[in-house]
């Protein structure tokens, strides 16, 4: 399995500020993704993180918005930009837990409130 | 799509009764995921089932895929009020990428 932490576990931020999410996982894995979850709605998946390439972006998602950083096997990062009220919601990073599985391992969530 | 949907959307029960959870699905598969989320906390994973595999458990759980159906159910047996969660499942593809349905909310009381 895999450990998978996220910082910060919450915040609470002004509009048209942006917010930065890291994820750190206790050992190397090939895939990581992000995934918002919207109040009271299931998740969705924002992008898939490339270690040394650009993210992959699903329909709807933008770089602009939320830029994403991979710079190694066991790190990312997604930035919230230029926020309003309708970003509310829960961040959420993942993982393939590697070679031989295709088990895919969820952080505790990064629980963002946008006034 | 690989969308999961569950059902039902919301299931009460006693303690000590047995949960049955399903999903549905449209495309094929190479594996279905069950997960748990407790209150807008994280998912937790409970259990992978191959396409090539029918059932398998694991502890309390009892996880069922029909391919030919395209649906998988979900068995908690003896429930407890721990166990109180959303459920999930998250069919999966060659690609990775995994695409939840709303879940069912699970309510087990003392």
């Known amino acids: 399995s895999a450990v998978i932490s996220q910082k910060p576990s919450r915040d609470i931020c002004q509009r048209g500020t942006s917010l930065t999410i890291q994820c750190q996982v206790d050992s190397q894995v090939t895939m990581m993704f992000w995934y918002r979850q919207q109040p009271g709605q299931s998740l969705t998946l924002i992008a898939t993180a490339n270690q040394g390439s650009e993210a992959t972006y699903e329909s709807g998602f933008v770089i602009d918005k939320f830029p994403i950083s991979r710079p190694n096997l066991t790190f990312s990062t997604l930035t919230v930009s230029n926020m309003s009220p309708e970003d509310s919601s829960i961040y959420l990073c993942s993982v393939k837990a590697g070679v031989g599985t295709d088990t895919q391992y969820f952080g505790p969530g990064t629980r963002l409130t946008v006034l | 799509s690989q969308q999961g949907e569950e059902d039902p959307q919301a299931l009460s029960i006693q303690e000590g009764e047995n949960a049955t959870m399903n999903c549905s699905y449209k495309?094929?598969?190479?594996?279905l995921q069950w997960y748990r989320q407790n209150s807008g906390r994280g998912l937790v994973h409970l259990i992978l089932?191959?396409?090539?595999?029918r059932e398998k458990h694991s502890g309390r759980l009892r996880v069922t895929l029909d391919t030919s159906k395209k649906s998988s159910s979900l068995l908690i047996t003896a429930s407890r009020a721990a166990d109180t969660a959303s459920y999930f499942c998250a069919p999966g593809g060659s690609n990775y990428k995994l695409t939840f349905g709303k879940g069912t909310l699970l309510t087990v009381n003392p």
């Open positions: 495309t094929s598969i190479n594996n």
């Open positions: 089932i191959r396409s090539n595999e």
